[in-house]
């Protein structure tokens, strides 16, 4: 488990934020970190833990030495938890017997440090009864307890847990930091700047395009897209479509979308003539062949259908079904 500040990558300005409220004694006791998967806010999340549970914090940050910092380094501290999401079939959800199993850990007093610590990591998994029953914890959370809510997708939260929360939003990754943190894992330089180039800001991002399923996904986007360009979705390209989509899990179908989000976004940058670097600059004679097939509005919708689907991810619907809606929207949406 990470505790220092000075083992993460980027987010420099978040970091200096959150050291100047550990140094003041002024953490707020509910705060919501924002952001995309993959860039590193659990990291910063365990770091901030471990500047509240230290002994002997040194300007906001822990010491690395004490009892408490020993045993959150050993994943021993008893008065640090956790929530996570329960994954099966390739999805996560926290349940409230999750929530309801923190809550009787931190009712006692606090063992080893003054402090108790929460991190509810991916906290858009809770299902409705365990966010109300959060609810009721955060708004009195007491002084010896902190939460700490990590999520990607803030609007799938309660408002009422929004409120009750102090946001850091945390923004993505620049190209060259994630080349770095890949050629640190012993990738090539050439492949880490490719990789990094498709990330969208995310570490993680960048990993799972480096393995054959990846490489699967994002070719698989590639195709779907250039059948969206050649307007060649008949009802048997659907059905076949959404066979082979619907056989992918969650997991998969949400890389997917990224993949073909990152398309339809390259193809709106060159549109719109400007310098922004495209994602895709290993394949980029085949985004300029993409370019003028579709129109701007036409690239506007099925970017917008894309992210809406994506979200539709989140919750418990039959994969097949939901890929075949998404392919005929799509047939439509091309055909008007």
């Known amino acids: 488990m990470n505790i220092l500040w000075n083992s993460i990558v980027g987010h420099q300005g978040n970091i ?28 910063v999340a365990q770091a901030l833990a471990g500047a509240i549970l230290c002994h002997n914090p040194v300007h906001g940050t ?5 009892p408490s910092c020993k045993a959150l380094l050993a994943d021993i501290h008893p008065d640090f938890f956790q929530v996570l999401p329960e994954v099966k079939a390739g999805s ?36 409705e009864a365990a966010s109300n029953c959060l609810l009721k914890t955060i708004e009195e959370p007491g002084e010896e307890i902190y939460f700490i809510l990590i999520t990607n997708s803030v609007m799938a939260l309660l ?45 993680h991002q960048a990993m799972l395009l480096n393995d054959e399923e990846g490489i699967s996904l994002q070719q698989a986007a590639m195709q779907f897209f250039s059948a969206c360009t050649e307007k060649r979705l008949d009802m048997e390209a659907v059905w076949n479509e959404g066979k082979k989509l619907g056989s992918y ?12 989000i990152m398309l339809i976004r390259d193809q709106l940058v060159l ?14 004679r085949k985004i300029n062949d993409f370019t003028g097939q579709l129109t701007q509005l036409e690239l506007i919708r099925l970017l917008k259908l894309a992210r809406e689907y994506q979200g539709r991810l989140r919750y418990s619907v039959s994969l097949r079904l ?7 929207k799509v047939k439509d949406l091309l055909e008007d």
């Open 16 to 43: 200096d934020r959150l050291k100047l409220l550990c140094r003041e004694n002024k953490v707020p006791h509910a705060m919501l970190f924002c952001g995309i998967d993959g860039i590193g806010k659990k990291k």
């Open 62 to 66: 822990a010491c690395g030495e004490c």
């Open 92 to 127: 996560g959800v926290i349940r409230i017997d999750a929530i309801r199993g923190m809550q009787e850990k931190i009712a006692r007093l606090p063992i080893l440090s003054r402090q108790r610590v929460v991190i509810i990591d991916d906290a858009q998994t809770m299902n």
């Open 159 to 203: 408002d009422t847990i929004i409120s009750r929360c102090t946001r850091e939003e945390f923004a993505g990754l620049s190209a060259d930091v994630i080349s770095s943190v890949l050629e640190q894992q012993g990738i090539s330089k050439d492949k880490a700047d490719y990789l990094a180039g498709f990330a969208d800001g995310s570490v």
């Open 249 to 260: 899990d969650k997991g998969q179908l949400k890389q997917w979308f990224s993949f073909y």
């Open 271 to 284: 549109y719109s003539g400007s310098q922004v670097p495209l994602y895709n600059q290993i394949d980029i």
């Open 322 to 328: 939901m890929m075949e809606s998404f392919i005929i």
